[in-house]
């Protein structure tokens, strides 16, 4: 990671620290480190860094996506009413894509699930 630049090595500081986070986010804290950081040098290191399988992206849906540390394969449970978003780890998912993977002939290059619903907290609140 030495040969990282100074902005790339600020973005993926930023994008550790914090499970899921958004471009404005991300903006704000390095532009507190790097105040003549511009956007497009942000969005360009995080492509970098995705390509360089460092941190993921989540497209939560056609306009909103956030990143993430690279972690391996998982994904993601999001609450529709608190936005809370929950990584979730099941070899079960992976078998099952797997299956479907050669029941239908189909090479699968990646996985983005994204499953929606209540959280437990949210629920109960609904339920009082």
């Given at each position: 990671m030495s040969n990282y630049s100074r902005q790339n090595n600020t973005i993926?500081?930023?994008?550790e620290a914090h499970p899921h986070?958004?471009?404005?986010?991300?903006?704000?804290?390095?532009?507190?480190?790097?105040?003549?950081?511009s956007l497009a040098t942000i969005y360009r290191n995080l492509d970098k860094l995705e390509s360089h399988q460092k941190i993921q992206?989540?497209?939560?849906?056609?306009e909103f996506v956030l990143y993430e540390k690279n972690k391996g394969p998982h994904h993601h449970f999001i609450c529709t009413k608190?936005?809370?978003?929950?990584?979730?780890?099941d070899p079960?998912?992976?078998?099952c894509t797997s299956c479907l993977s050669g029941q239908h002939d189909f090479t699968i290059n990646h996985i983005n699930m994204n499953i929606f619903g209540t959280c437990k907290k949210c629920s109960q609140t609904l339920s009082n």
């Open positions: 993926l500081k930023i994008v986070i958004n471009i404005k986010e991300i903006s704000d804290k390095a532009k507190f480190k790097i105040p003549t950081i992206r989540i497209h939560i849906n056609r608190c936005n809370t978003i929950s990584d979730l780890y079960q998912i992976n078998v």
